[in-house]
C-alpha cells in the first residue's frame, strides 16, 4: 500500500490543482508586470494596497498555521479533512517572508516615524516621535523584529511540515503526541508575534494611537480569513476524488460553526474597540474613527458592519445553510472579500482623508493573489490529501456512505 | 505534557443505571447528615451571620462605616462585586458552552458548577445594592414609570449591570431549575419520607419521564443552552465597561472586555476545582469526578489565564508605548507606589504559579490543584484590588491624591458574602442531587442504544 492509496482510492490532490496553479501563474505573472510598472509611476499609491495585501494573504497564512496546531489540540474530523489544505496554506511563508523585504524600502512612504522628524508639521506628534522612535519605532528595532517574527513562524511551520511529511510514508510512527507538545506554546507564540507584528506594520501608521485590543482584532481576521479559504478550497476539491469521497456534511457543518464563532468574535471586539473610544472621546483615541468615519469612510465601516457580520450572522443561523459546502463557499469568498475591505479600511483612511479606490487597489490583489495561490497549489499537490498513516486519520477516511 | 491517546474516563467502569441513581440519590435521601456536615455549615452559617449583623449595621450608619471615601470611592464592594460575578461564571460555561460543544465529560459538575454560579451571582449582586448609599430605592435603577420624573441614564454602563446581572441570574436559575426537574422527580419516587414526597412532587412539576416529556425537556434545555452563553461573554463584557467607559488610566482601555471574560472564567474554574476536590472526597465521588475532570478543569485554568496574561502584558506594552504620562505613571505607580506590594503578589499568584499546571501530574492531582486554585483565587481578587484602587488612589489631580483601607465592616462583609456562599453550598449539598443522574447515565454503555 503506498502512502497516496488507502482504500483504493488516491489520496493525492487532482489534476485541477495543477490546471489552477498555471492559470494562477499566468494571472499573477501578468498582473506583475502591470503592478511594477505602476508602481514606477505612483509608488505611494502602489505601496499602500501592498501593504494592505500583504497583510491580507499573510494573515491567511497564519491563521492557517494557528487553525492547524488549534486542530492538533483539539483533534476531531473536522480538522483532518482540511489539515493539508492549512499545511499548503501556512508553507506559502517562505513567499511571504520574500515579499516582507519590498516594504522596508518603503518605510518613510508607509510610516510617519520612519521620516526625518523635521518634515513632521504638528509639533506635538513630532514630540511624541521623538520619544517612540529612540525606544520602540526605530528602523533597526522594526526590522530585527519583523527578522524574529519570521524566524518564529518559520520554526513553527518547519517542525509541522517536517512531522506532517513523517506520517506519509513507513515507518509508522505516531506524531500525535509531538504536535500536541509543539501546538499548546505554538499557539501561544503566534499570538504574541502576530501581536507585535500588528502594532508593527499596521498600527504604528498611526504612531500617536494606541488600542490594546487591536492585535486581536488583526489575529481574529486572520483566523477567519483563512477559515473561510478551506472552505474554498474544500468546495473546489469536492467535485473530484478523493475529497468528494471523504467530505462529510458534519465536517462542513463544524467549519460552519467555526466561522459563525470567528465573524461573532471579530464583531465582538470590534464593537468593543468602538464603543470603549467613543464613549473615552479622547482626542489621542477618536481621531482613528474621525478618519474612519468620515469623508466616505463612514460607508465602508457601515458596510462592514452589515456584511462582515450582520448578514453572514444571520445566515449561518441556518442548520441546512452550514452543512451545504456548495452554499456555504459562497459566503466563505464573501467573507475573503469583507476582510480585505476590513484591511482596507483599517489601513487606507491613514493616507487619504476620502474614500477613494486606486488601480492599485485592484492590480495588487491580482498579482500578490495570483502568485500566492500558485505557490499553495504547488504545495497541495506535493503531498497527499489526508495523512493517511496518521493515528487519527482512520475517522476521515472511511468512504462516505449514502 | 505526554498524554496517552485514550483518555481518562468521565465515569469510572462498573456502574448501571441503578447504581448511578442509588449512588447520587443516597447522598440526599438516605445518608444521615453526618457530623462534618452540621460542623461545615453551622461554621458558615455563623460566618453568614457575621454579613448579617455587617449589613444591619450599614443600614443603620451609611457608607461611611467602609473605607471608601473620595478619590477612592470604589472599595472593597466593587472589588467583591467583580470577584464574585466572575466566579459565577464557570457554572454557564460549564452548563451551556461545553453542552453545545458536545462535551460531554461537563455531565458530572454542571449541577453544582450552576449552583455555585448562582449562589456566587447572589453574592455579586448585594454588593452594589449595598454600595448605593440607600439601598433600599435600589428598585430606582429599573427604568419604570413613576411621577417624580426619575429615569436611568441608559448611557452609563452601571445601568447595563443592572440588565446584565438580572438577566444572568435569571436564565441562570431557570437553567438549573429545568435541569433539576427529572432528577427532582427521581428524589420524589424514591423517598420514604412522606414530607419530601411532597416537596420534590411539587418541585417536579408532575414529571412523569414519558417520551413526550423528554422530548420538549430536550428542546427546552437546548434553548436555554444558546440564550446562556451570549450570557458568559455578555456580562462580565459589561461588568469591564463599568471601568473602561471612563478615562482614567488603568480603566480606559479596550482590552478590558475579553480579559476581564477570560478572567471571570478562570476564578470560576479555580472554585468549581476547589469545591469539586473536597466534595468528591468526602462522598466518595471519586468515580464520578475523575481525574479527567481535574485535568480539562486545569487546562481550561492554564488557558484563560495565560489569555489573561496576555491583557497584562499588552496593557504594560501599551503604557509604555504610548508616551502617555498617566498611561505611564500607572505602570510605575502599580510597580513602585504603595500598593506595589500587592502587585507582585497578584503577578506571582495569577501569572507565575498557574503556569505549573504545565505538568501533566500536577493537573490530576487533587492535592496540589486545590492550592494552585486557591492561589488563583487570591490573585483574581487582588487583581480587581489592583485595578479598582490604584487607578483611584493616585488620579490626575497631585492635590487629591489619597490612600483606601478597608475597615473591618469591609472585612466582615466580604468574609460574610463568603460564608453566604459555603452554607448555601451545604444546604445544596445535602438536599438535592449534587450531580444530574440522569445525564451522568447517557454516559454509561448501558445507554449506547445503537451502535454508530
Not at chain 2, 439601598?135 to 411621577?147: D, E
Not at chain 2, 505538568?359 to 492561589?375: A, D, E, M, Q, Y
Not at chain 2, 490604584?390 to 460574610?416: I, K
Request: net charge positive; with cysteine.
Amino acid at each position: 500500500m503506498s502512502a497516496a492509496r488507502v482504500n483504493n482510492l488516491d489520496l493525492m490532490a487532482p489534476p485541477v490543482v495543477k490546471v489552477i496553479q498555471r492559470r494562477m501563474v499566468i494571472l499573477g505573472g501578468v498582473a506583475s508586470v502591470i503592478v511594477i510598472v505602476g508602481a514606477f509611476i505612483q509608488p505611494a499609491v502602489f505601496f499602500r494596497a501592498y501593504l494592505i495585501n500583504f497583510m491580507d494573504w499573510l494573515g491567511i497564512c497564519l491563521g492557517s498555521m494557528a487553525i492547524l496546531m488549534l486542530r492538533h489540540l483539539t483533534k476531531g474530523g473536522w480538522g483532518m479533512i482540511i489539515r493539508r489544505i492549512l499545511g499548503a496554506a501556512m508553507r506559502t511563508l517562505p513567499l511571504l517572508a520574500l515579499l516582507f523585504i519590498p516594504i522596508l524600502f518603503a518605510l518613510p512612504r508607509l510610516y510617519p516615524w520612519a521620516r526625518p522628524l523635521e518634515s513632521i508639521a504638528d509639533n506635538h506628534l513630532q514630540e511624541h516621535l521623538r520619544d517612540i522612535t529612540r525606544s520602540y519605532l526605530s528602523l533597526h528595532g522594526f526590522i530585527l523584529r519583523a527578522v524574529l517574527y519570521f524566524a518564529v513562524w518559520g520554526a513553527l511551520v518547519f517542525l509541522l511540515t517536517k512531522w506532517s511529511y513523517e506520517q506519509d510514508r513507513p515507518p509508522l510512527r505516531d506524531n500525535s503526541s509531538r504536535f500536541k507538545v509543539l501546538s499548546g506554546p505554538g499557539i501561544i507564540l503566534y499570538a504574541f508575534t502576530i501581536s507585535f507584528a500588528a502594532i508593527d506594520w499596521t498600527m504604528s501608521l498611526d504612531p500617536s494611537w494606541i488600542s490594546t485590543i487591536y492585535p486581536l482584532i488583526i489575529l481574529i481576521g486572520e483566523l477567519l480569513s483563512a477559515l473561510c479559504f478551506a472552505v474554498l478550497v474544500e468546495r473546489i476539491l469536492a467535485d473530484y476524488k478523493p475529497m468528494s469521497e471523504l467530505l462529510k456534511p458534519e465536517y462542513v457543518h463544524d467549519h460552519g460553526k467555526f466561522m459563525l464563532t470567528f465573524i461573532m468574535v471579530w464583531a465582538y471586539f470590534s464593537f468593543s474597540q468602538w464603543l470603549i473610544i467613543w464613549a473615552g472621546n479622547l482626542p489621542e483615541e477618536i481621531t482613528w474613527y474621525m478618519k474612519r468615519l468620515n469623508g466616505g469612510w463612514g460607508f465602508v465601516g457601515l458596510a462592514l458592519v452589515l456584511f462582515h457580520f450582520t448578514v453572514p450572522f444571520v445566515l449561518l443561523l441556518s442548520r441546512p445553510f452550514k452543512r451545504d459546502v456548495t452554499r456555504l463557499v459562497w459566503l466563505a469568498v464573501w467573507l475573503l472579500i469583507m476582510h480585505y475591505v476590513d484591511l482596507f479600511w483599517i489601513v487606507e483612511p491613514n493616507f487619504s482623508a476620502n474614500f477613494t479606490v486606486t488601480w492599485a487597489d485592484v492590480s495588487v490583489p491580482l498579482a500578490m493573489g495570483g502568485l500566492w495561490l500558485a505557490y499553495f497549489c504547488r504545495n497541495l499537490s506535493s503531498i497527499p490529501l489526508v495523512p493517511a498513516y496518521d493515528v487519527f486519520a482512520t475517522e476521515v477516511l472511511e468512504p462516505v456512505h449514502e | 505534557m505526554d498524554e496517552p491517546t485514550t483518555p481518562a474516563p468521565v465515569i469510572e467502569p462498573g456502574y448501571t443505571f441503578g447504581t448511578v441513581t442509588d449512588k447520587i440519590s443516597s447522598i440526599v435521601l438516605t445518608r444521615p447528615t453526618s457530623n462534618g456536615w452540621l460542623l461545615g455549615f453551622g461554621v458558615a452559617f455563623l460566618v453568614s451571620m457575621g454579613l448579617l449583623y455587617a449589613v444591619g449595621y450599614l443600614f443603620l450608619r451609611g457608607v461611611g462605616i467602609w473605607g471608601v471615601n473620595i478619590p477612592v470611592g470604589w472599595g472593597f464592594a466593587i472589588v467583591n462585586f467583580v470577584w464574585w460575578i466572575g466566579i459565577g461564571h464557570a457554572g454557564t460555561l460549564i452548563s451551556a458552552i461545553l453542552l453545545l460543544l458536545r462535551q460531554s465529560w461537563r455531565n458530572s459538575i454542571n449541577r453544582f458548577a450552576e449552583a455555585m454560579t448562582l449562589f456566587a451571582v447572589a453574592c455579586a449582586g448585594m454588593f452594589p445594592i449595598l454600595h448605593l448609599g440607600r439601598p433600599w430605592l435600589a428598585y430606582w435603577l429599573f427604568p419604570y414609570p413613576n411621577t417624580m420624573r426619575v429615569w436611568p441614564q441608559f448611557r452609563s454602563p452601571l445601568v447595563w449591570d443592572v440588565f446584565a446581572v438580572s438577566t444572568y441570574g435569571t436564565i441562570s436559575l431557570l437553567f438549573w431549575y429545568v435541569g433539576l426537574i427529572p432528577d427532582l422527580a427521581t428524589l420524589r419516587d424514591r423517598s420514604e419520607n412522606r414530607g419530601a414526597q411532597i416537596i420534590y412532587g411539587m418541585l417536579a412539576m408532575g414529571w412523569r419521564g414519558s417520551a413526550r416529556h423528554w422530548a420538549r425537556y430536550e428542546t427546552a434545555y437546548l434553548l436555554l443552552a444558546g440564550l446562556a452563553t451570549p450570557l458568559v461573554l455578555s456580562v462580565h463584557t459589561v461588568v469591564s465597561f463599568d471601568f473602561a467607559i471612563s478615562i482614567l488610566p488603568g480603566w480606559h482601555t479596550t482590552i478590558f472586555p475579553p480579559y476581564f471574560v477570560a478572567g471571570a472564567i478562570y476564578s470560576g474554574f479555580a472554585m468549581v476545582l476547589m469545591l469539586a476536590i473536597p466534595i468528591r472526597k468526602f462522598y466518595g465521588l471519586e468515580d464520578f469526578i475523575t481525574d479527567r475532570h481535574l485535568n480539562n478543569s486545569a487546562k481550561v485554568m492554564l488557558a484563560t489565564g495565560l489569555i489573561v496574561a496576555y491583557g497584562y502584558g499588552m496593557e504594560a506594552f501599551m503604557g509604555w508605548y504610548s508616551g502617555n504620562r498617566y498611561d505611564s505613571f500607572l505602570l510605575w505607580n502599580r510597580l513602585h507606589g504603595p500598593y506595589a506590594f500587592f502587585y507582585y503578589l497578584l503577578l506571582i499568584s495569577n501569572l507565575a504559579i498557574p503556569q505549573v499546571l504545565w505538568i501533566r501530574k500536577l493537573r490530576t492531582s487533587p492535592f496540589w490543584l486545590f492550592l494552585i486554585s486557591g492561589v488563583i483565587l487570591v490573585g483574581m481578587w487582588l487583581e480587581r484590588f489592583i485595578i479598582v484602587v490604584v487607578s483611584l488612589h493616585r488620579d490626575f489631580l497631585t492635590s487629591s491624591w489619597g490612600m483606601y483601607y478597608p475597615t473591618r465592616w469591609d472585612w466582615m462583609t466580604y468574609v460574610g458574602t463568603i460564608g453566604f456562599f459555603l452554607a448555601c453550598m451545604f444546604l445544596f449539598l445535602r438536599l438535592l442531587p449534587m450531580i444530574s443522574i440522569f445525564e451522568m447515565r447517557t454516559l454509561l454503555p448501558e445507554a449506547e442504544v445503537k451502535a454508530e
